[in-house]
């Protein structure tokens, strides 16, 4: 699914976010990216979710080489990542139906397939309940299971979560942890960036540590693999 062989990620100014960072997660797995403030796991989601490039190295989704994909590209192999931030990112002018919605009316989805996508994702992050309702009405766990809801309605094969439950209590931290680790359950892959080691430890997934863009810990995989050039 996602590999890493000997990526950098250098910044203007000579500041590299990552150092040679070689890794595999396979298709399917549940794994969690930890490291101190500023180590590159945003980066490291940023280059999976094609907001960024590597500088050296490179790095392959489902065997497609993301340095060398066209930008024409990058749309379709978006369609396949759902993405949830920490602030959730929310149109706060728009219902909830509206906000999960958004992915597939972008994509051009029919009315009725729209309907039945929104509702089925609000389902399962509980909240069709509040399908009327403004997001500032919401706590913020409710929102986040919002943000949850419009990352997976699309039904994308991979879900990268960037500190997910820094903002929640630990209650409401890992009902969302839940959230993610039932949907790995029906054979999506999911990368989560969190600061939550005694979380991640009561969860038992498998942990990728970063240090100043380094990769110290690594409990996967990280035989090498055929590398393809271009698309596919």
């Known amino acids: 699914m996602i590999e890493f062989h000997n990526v950098t990620k250098r910044y203007e100014g000579g500041y590299d976010a990552l150092k040679n960072v070689t890794l595999t997660l396979g298709d399917g797995e549940?794994?969690?990216l930890t490291g101190h403030?500023?180590?590159?796991?945003?980066t490291m989601l940023k280059l999976i979710a094609l907001i960024e490039k590597p500088t050296r190295g490179q790095a392959?989704?489902?065997?497609?080489?993301?340095?060398?994909?066209?930008?024409h590209r990058v749309p379709y192999i978006r369609r396949n990542i759902g993405i949830i931030f920490q602030d959730h990112q929310l149109l706060f002018d728009r219902p909830v139906f509206d906000n999960v919605a958004m992915p597939l009316l972008i994509q051009g989805y029919p009315r009725h397939e729209i309907a039945?996508?929104?509702?089925?994702?609000?389902?399962k992050v509980?909240?069709?309940?509040?399908?009327k309702s403004m997001p500032i009405t919401l706590s913020g766990g409710e929102q986040q299971r919002v943000g949850i809801a419009r990352a997976v309605v699309h039904k994308p094969m991979l879900l990268l979560a960037d500190e997910p439950t820094g903002n929640l209590d630990p209650v409401l931290s890992r009902e969302i942890m839940q959230i993610f680790v039932d949907f790995n359950q029906v054979g999506?892959?999911?990368?989560v960036a969190s600061h939550d080691l005694s979380l991640i430890d009561e969860l038992q997934k498998p942990r990728m540590t970063l240090?100043?863009?380094?990769?110290?810990?690594?409990?996967?995989?990280?035989g090498p693999r055929e590398i393809l050039h271009g698309y596919e």
């Open 30 to 32: 549940m794994a969690f």
């Open 37 to 42: 403030s500023g180590a590159g796991k945003s």
């Open 60 to 71: 392959l989704l489902n065997r497609i080489n993301l340095n060398t994909l066209p930008r």
């Open 116 to 123: 039945r996508r929104t509702r089925a994702a609000l389902d």
């Open 126 to 131: 509980g909240l069709l309940h509040k399908e």
């Open 188 to 191: 999506v892959t999911v990368l």
């Open 211 to 222: 240090n100043r863009g380094e990769l110290i810990l690594n409990d996967l995989d990280t």
